[in-house]
């Protein structure tokens, strides 16, 4: 195991600055480039810096700083965290469920390996760190309607296990429970709430979607600015307001039927079929309502979308996205 120190809480440990040096890993995912951008308007854009593995396209090295980072790295890590002054660290680099558990073996390396090098660096660092959780980190034995924080979870894929976390050393550890999370601009990979997004698309492009869960499989799910919104207004509390760690956070719940019924309101032709596959539904233990109402307690949390906004905002942003 490494040895790692945890300096005083004077020096090193303090801000340099008055807005935090944010760090955000697996950036090019669904995202990475939306949290920096929300970050970037409150803090400056040198005071945000996306990475991840891949080469971005162009567009978002014009938006502000991106860098190189192996999560699996640590001294590449340090070497960021420590040249960069970095005070916030955002971990969003993971496999997703269904692809996980398609490559159970890259899983449990990037997405625990991962987490435990940015926990020693957050504590090594005195980082706060975020680390998002998901409604895949609970199981079938798991209560479901609704999942509250606290309860036995379980989980039955290598994405949910790796995401069932518990925070260790008076770290400043923050974690949120995303349900699924639907964006017009980027696109999930490997997930099991994805159909959620690629409805859309399909509604609007040959008007048939062939659909992975079955009609009546319901999870939660959330418009991407309240997942960016959560995460920032959480990452900004002070530590003395929070009574938990970790949060569920909800929006809505719907299932792909419900959400097919509220897509044909404007576009009435829309066909949806049914093709149920097996790493997809067997995943289906999955909470299907979160009760977040500690973090309306603690932090204020409050969604801004429901089902219909999200439905009218989906298809007005992919709209303007294609002309
Ligand atoms: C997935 O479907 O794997 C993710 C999640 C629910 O965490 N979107």
């Not at 996306?50 to 790295?73: H, K, Q, W």
């Amino acid at each position: 195991p490494r040895q790692i120190n945890r300096w005083p809480s004077n020096e090193s440990s303090e801000p340099l600055t008055d807005s935090p040096r944010v760090l955000i890993t697996g950036g090019l995912g669904q995202l990475g480039v939306g949290l920096a951008q929300m970050l970037r308007k409150q803090y400056g854009e040198e005071n945000v810096i996306l990475s991840d593995i891949r080469r971005p396209p162009n567009e978002v090295y014009n938006m502000g700083p991106f860098v190189y980072a192996d999560v699996l790295d640590y001294k590449n890590l340090r070497e960021l965290v420590v040249n960069n002054r970095i005070t916030w660290l955002v971990h969003y680099s993971a496999l997703l469920s269904a692809i996980g558990e398609a490559n159970v073996a890259l899983a449990r390396t990037i997405n625990i390996t991962g987490l435990h090098n940015v926990l020693d660096l957050a504590l090594e660092n005195c980082l706060r760190l975020f680390v998002p959780s998901t409604i895949g980190a609970f199981g079938p034995s798991s209560p479901r309607d609704p999942a509250p924080d606290l309860c036995i979870q379980r989980p039955r894929t290598i994405y949910g296990v790796s995401k069932y976390l518990h925070h260790k050393y008076g770290l400043d550890f923050r974690c949120l429970r995303y349900p699924g999370v639907v964006s017009a601009h980027t696109k999930p990979g490997g997930g099991t709430t994805d159909y959620a997004v690629q409805i859309f698309h399909d509604a609007l492009s040959t008007g048939h979607h062939e659909c992975y869960l079955r009609s009546n499989t319901r999870l939660p799910m959330m418009h991407i600015s309240d997942c960016h919104r959560a995460t920032i207004e959480f990452m900004q509390t002070p530590e003395s307001q929070l009574s938990l760690r970790t949060y569920n956070i909800a929006a809505m719940s719907f299932t792909p039927e419900e959400v097919a019924e509220e897509i044909r309101k404007h576009l009435p032709h829309l066909r949806v079929t049914y093709n149920p596959d097996t790493i997809r539904q067997t995943i289906d233990s999955w909470p299907v309502r979160f009760d977040d109402s500690n973090a309306r307690q603690d932090w204020g949390w409050k969604p801004a979308f429901g089902l219909s906004e999200l439905v009218t905002d989906m298809l007005a942003s992919i709209r303007e996205k294609r002309t």
